[in-house]
């Protein structure tokens, strides 16, 4: 692993699981890990709903855009989440793969949101815990 450990967190359109685990990342490990987040199918903006959730929680993800996974950013990974992307993301000898097993938000109302980012980041936390000293 990496000096820094670095972190990338892919779903379908890089506009709303993806998003939440990435802010949560950002900020819960304090700038020691470098985090990424990318979608197999980019949507054309975050969805305004999880902006909503997570802003609940103190965590702006508005200036974030939906961008495009790159071999390269999993290549350049320590650790790779899935959320729902399936087969697509490749895969590379020696790195760490998880599939987070996520409901989609898109379309969902905020009361319906509110759950999948309070699940995203309890996983995250979990996450960090692995990746950091004591």
């Not at 054309?44 to 508005?62: K, R």
């Not at 895969?91 to 309070?118: A, C, H, M, N």
Request: hydrophobic share 40%; charged share 25%.
């Amino acid at each position: 692993m990496s000096e820094k450990p670095r972190v990338l967190f892919v779903c379908i359109h890089n506009a709303g699981r993806s998003q939440m685990a990435a802010g949560y990342a950002r900020a819960l490990s304090g700038g020691t890990v470098e985090v990424r987040s990318g979608g197999s199918e980019p949507g054309n903006e975050i969805n305004p709903v999880a902006v909503a959730a997570m802003a609940e929680d103190g965590i702006d993800i508005s200036a974030g855009v939906p961008e495009l996974m790159t071999t390269e950013a999993v290549r350049d990974s320590d650790v790779v989440i899935t959320m729902g992307c399936g087969d697509v993301c490749p895969v590379f000898p020696g790195k760490r793969y998880e599939d987070w097993e996520l409901t989609d938000p898109s379309g969902l109302p905020l009361d319906q949101v509110r759950p999948i980012r309070d699940d995203i980041k309890h996983r995250v936390e979990i996450l960090l815990q692995g990746l950091l000293p004591a």
